[in-house]
């Protein structure tokens, strides 16, 4: 080893939530640890507060932002990718991307506290994430200084953590993750050492958020009835509200009811909220998540007889109504043994083992027995969109979405095509690429335009081009395109409709780099 090295720590998983995020890592022995942050806590709330001076992330920035709402983030994760997202403040502007990094920031500087320096990272996403979210991701880390050893589906890892523990038998089972701000399903079939996924779906805007907007809603009703003004027309009443609302829906998963105080302009409210009105007035998002459960389960060629476990991830499966719904549907106790706020980052941190072991000689940091554990485990993912591109139907004369790679194909999936040059002496190419399954092209995510440009000059029409399109194992999209007729590799570009550049993420890096964060 290296100086350099003598004090780098081992790779990390990092669990980048909507509402928490963690930090995990598998520690000698070959346990997968959660590390506590500078709190003394194992989860950071995924807030970020700019003080005049310096930035707050977590528990500090909640506190902060009741008084100060305007100067904090919340639940950035929800825009990941979407380049109109900007937050301003102090005149300066923050990406989703800049934001999550000053997240990774403190988690990652507060677990090196335990563990030393942290370098490489991996990162979890949604399964659902599209190409825009995941590359968003990846950026984050870039700009946070770590390098992203890889990125993983949230499922998978917590499925790694189950079937890691050990305790995880053979069999077909479904990973039910409701977190704060998004909802996936995925089916996974464990045989021996290997966890293959058989399908995936979800909804990036459902989670623990909706629950809670339901009961602000639901009291905001209730004190205007009785004192004619709405807490929620004031930022800071709704940040109050927000936070009672969230505190309230957790002692109804403890408690039959819970008294819920309001105050606002002088006046006071007190209410009474049972368990039994809270499910009613949510009963439609319980029923949502179910809707998609039945449907990746079809996805997968997979019925309810044929599963054998449900492993539920995500603070927001604590609620007792997501438990009888699984065990309703499933008919069948849910698996408990994997804690389920850790579960994500603890098999994210042995996703990272895993790479470490294969890519590294660090295989001495761990004893034989957990190498050779280590060195067995294989995954594999799926696509959670299908990979299409826009064309005109030669019967209809509209455009629809022509999907080359489909949803669920396992990863990494590549597909060439051969197409041809439309007219005389073209020489470049452009397609409009989508994820997404839909024939119309509007209902499809559009991920931008790829180009092929350089085609020699003075062809005939009908020049042959082939296009390759690939998924790779962490689900981000490749094309590549190749001449035919010289059989050379094509100059390609993708404009991407939104997201980072590469100068933008050393600048934001950099920039970041001189901020303190707390
Ligand atoms: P995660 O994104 O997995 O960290 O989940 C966070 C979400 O879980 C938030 O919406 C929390 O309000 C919710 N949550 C945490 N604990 C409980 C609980 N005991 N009952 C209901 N929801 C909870």
């Given amino acids: ?5 003598s004090k780098m720590s081992r790779a990390v998983g990092i669990d980048l939530g909507t509402t928490l995020s963690s930090v995990a890592q598998v520690h000698e022995a070959g346990e997968p640890v959660v ?46 990718g979407d380049s109109k997202f900007h937050f301003a403040v102090d005149g300066e502007n923050y990406t989703p991307e800049s934001v999550s990094a000053l997240i990774l920031r403190k988690i990652t500087q507060d677990a090196a506290r335990h563990v030393g320096p942290i370098e490489r990272a991996v990162i979890t996403v949604p399964a659902y994430f599209d190409d825009a979210r995941r590359k968003a991701t990846e950026d984050a880390g870039a700009i946070a200084g770590l390098q992203v050893i890889d990125i993983i589906n949230e499922p998978t890892a ?40 058989l399908a995936t779906d979800g909804d990036v805007q459902l989670g623990g958020k909706d629950w809670d907007e339901r009961l602000v809603n639901e009291l905001a009703r209730r004190f205007c009835a009785e004192f004619k003004v709405d807490p929620r027309q004031d930022r800071s009443a709704l940040a109050y509200l927000n936070l009672t609302a969230e505190e309230a829906k957790k002692a109804l998963s403890r408690r039959q009811s819970t008294r819920v105080p309001v105050s606002y302009k002088g006046h006071w409210g007190n209410y009474e909220v049972t368990r039994e009105e809270f499910e009613s007035l949510t009963a439609d998002l ?27 991830t995500g ?85 629809r979405n022509d999907v080359i790679i489909g949803k669920n194909s396992r990863l990494p999936a590549s597909i060439a095509k051969n197409y041809q040059t439309a007219v005389d002496g073209q020489q470049s ?3 409009q690429i989508v994820q997404g399954d839909a024939p119309h092209p509007e209902a499809c995510i559009t991920l931008g335009q790829f180009r092929v440009t350089g085609l020699p000059a003075g062809r005939p029409a009908g020049a042959p081009v082939k296009v390759t399109f ?11 395109a190749l001449d035919v007729q010289t059989g050379q590799t094509m100059t390609t570009e993708m404009a991407r409709s939104g997201g980072l550049d590469a100068q933008t993420v050393t600048d934001e890096a950099r920039r970041l780099s001189l901020k303190s964060v707390e």
């Fill in 35 to 80: 590390l506590p942050n500078a709190e003394g806590e194992l989860r950071t709330p995924s807030i970020v507060f700019f003080g005049p001076e310096n930035v707050l992330v977590g528990q500090d920035a909640l506190r902060e932002a009741l008084v100060n709402p305007e100067r904090a983030v919340f639940n950035v994760k929800r825009s990941m």
């Fill in 315 to 399: 603070g927001s499966t604590r609620m007792p109504a997501v438990m009888k719904l699984l065990e309703q549907m499933s008919g069948r106790p849910v698996e408990l043994s994997v804690p389920v706020d850790d579960a994500v980052a603890m098999g994210a941190a042995i996703h990272a083992a895993i790479i470490e072991f294969h890519s590294q000689d660090r295989l001495t940091e761990y004893s034989a027995e957990v190498a050779a554990k280590l060195g067995r485990i294989h995954t594999s993912d799926v696509a959670a969109h299908a990979l299409g591109l826009i064309i005109k139907d030669h019967q209809t004369l509209e455009y």
């Fill in 286 to 312: 319980l029923a949502m998540t179910q809707l998609t459960t039945d449907l990746v389960l079809e996805e997968a060629g997979v019925t309810w007889s044929g599963v054998q476990r449900v492993v539920p």
């Fill in 470 to 480: 690939s998924y790779d194992a962490k689900g981000r999209v490749h094309i590549t």
């Fill in 158 to 197: 917590a499925a790694l953590a189950y079937g890691f523990s050990g305790r995880g038998q053979d069999g077909v089972f479904i990973v039910y993750d409701l977190g704060g701000g998004t909802f996936d399903v995925t089916v996974i079939e464990k045989r021996g050492h290997e966890l293959i996924t």
């Fill in 429 to 431: 190419i452009v397609m």
């Fill in 1 to 5: 080893m290296g100086e350099g090295d």
